[in-house]
């Protein structure tokens, strides 16, 4: 039986209320609108022409991954200097030897499909509004109120504060591989900080390090299949808030990344898929970041396509420092640089400022910046 609340009743979808009500209030998804035969896309999901994605114009990464078993080894400083270019250009780098057991990702990916074909009562009792926990979300698009088109992808959002916590408040379908996921990745977020960090001036065993990856949180994404993938996207334009992302993406692809200097593969302004490769894992430098190196790694602006053919995941980790953290360019930094490109902040005053707002590419910086005159 279905409550009146679940109401088998379907949308209309030329009804922009009534379809946000049954998508996001309801907690339906747009798995909810998929499931009910879709042959065209909602109105509510269609892109202005200039959001949307043009897949034969974007070039195709083609970078070798990162070896990450070569740091500390005989090639540990050419390995330190991969990893610095790709911040400093790209921003996006993909790793393999990383630590994570490929056994386990294709085990994320099958948990992250089988959580998303529950019933939709299932998933939305982690609705924002009446989740029983604050470390646990569901939701649908980024930040549905605000956007003039939506995303087409729901998600699951998780937490982190300590294993007791995530196994007591986590949805029981998906915490443990999540979990697992989480503590096999953070050794490599470590090493990856401390190259990074280093870099700029930062010994390994200063606090700062730490400081940087206190939050955690897993999420996983799903991407129905779309009738028209020309017409939306499954993320808008955006750099992560964050320090560094980890990110699971499977075999479908359909991650482009904005490049935003020349570099020797690509012009400025041209997006760029990043393709998967089996067993990788997708790095990307966050808002956070490019402030405290004074704009010398590029948090990366990026976006997502979605597809026609299947459902597509992805899983990133998303690492940030404490919310009270205060954030500023290193001294040293700007020392060298001789001026510093933003301001002192509180990181909680960003995360309001980055959650209260629909995507707009990196608008998120704005927030910290220091305007020449």
């Known amino acids: 039986m279905h409550s009146l609340f679940y109401s088998p009743m379907a949308p209309s979808f030329d009804d922009s209320s009534s379809l946000f009500n049954f998508v996001v209030r309801d907690g339906n998804g747009v798995k909810g609108i998929v499931d009910l035969g879709l042959s065209k896309v909602p109105q509510a999901y269609m892109q202005p022409p200039k959001e949307r994605i043009d897949k034969q114009n974007a070039s195709k990464h083609e970078q070798p991954p990162i070896d990450l078993s070569r740091l500390g080894g005989p090639d540990h400083d050419e390995v330190v200097k991969e990893i610095v270019r790709a911040a400093e250009t790209l921003g996006f780098f993909q790793v393999v030897n990383h630590g994570v057991p490929v056994e386990l ?27 029983p926990t604050p470390l646990v979300k569901y939701g649908t698009s980024f930040v549905p109120e605000k956007e003039r088109a939506l995303e087409w992808k729901d998600y699951i959002s998780m937490q982190y504060t300590s294993d007791a916590e995530a196994l007591e408040h986590w949805p029981i379908e998906c ?3 999540a979990l697992e996921y989480l503590r096999t990745s953070i050794g490599m977020v470590s090493k990856l900080l401390e190259v ?10 200063d606090s700062k390090i730490d400081a940087l990856f206190d939050k955690k949180m897993i999420n996983m994404n799903f991407y129905p299949t779309c009738p028209n993938p020309d017409l939306t996207v499954g993320v808008g334009r955006h750099s992560d808030m964050g320090t560094l992302t980890v990110l699971l993406q499977d075999g479908i692809g359909g991650l482009y990344v904005k490049i935003e200097d020349d570099i020797d593969f690509g012009k400025k302004g041209e997006w760029m898929e990043i393709p998967p490769i089996p067993g990788a894992l997708v790095i990307n430098v966050g808002d956070m970041l490019q402030i405290l190196s004074n704009g010398k790694y590029k948090s990366a602006e990026h976006r997502v396509r979605t597809t026609s053919t299947k459902s597509r995941v992805s899983i990133p980790i998303f690492t940030i420092p404490k919310p009270t953290e205060k954030i500023a360019p290193l001294p040293q930094v700007v020392e060298k640089d001789g001026i510093a490109l933003y301001r002192e902040f509180v990181l909680a ?17 704005d927030f910290a910046k220091i305007n020449s005159a």
Request: hydrophobic share 35%; with cysteine; glycine share 8%.
């Open 196 to 205: 990074l960090m280093g870099n700029l001036g930062v010994k390994p065993e």
């Open 349 to 365: 005053d960003y995360m309001n400022n980055f959650f209260g707002n629909a995507h707009d590419g990196k608008k998120s910086l």
């Open 105 to 131: 990702l294709e085990s994320l990916k099958d948990t992250a499909h089988n959580f998303f074909c529950l019933p939709p009562e299932r998933k939305a009792i982690y609705r924002t509004e009446v989740s």
């Open 175 to 177: 915490r443990e591989v």
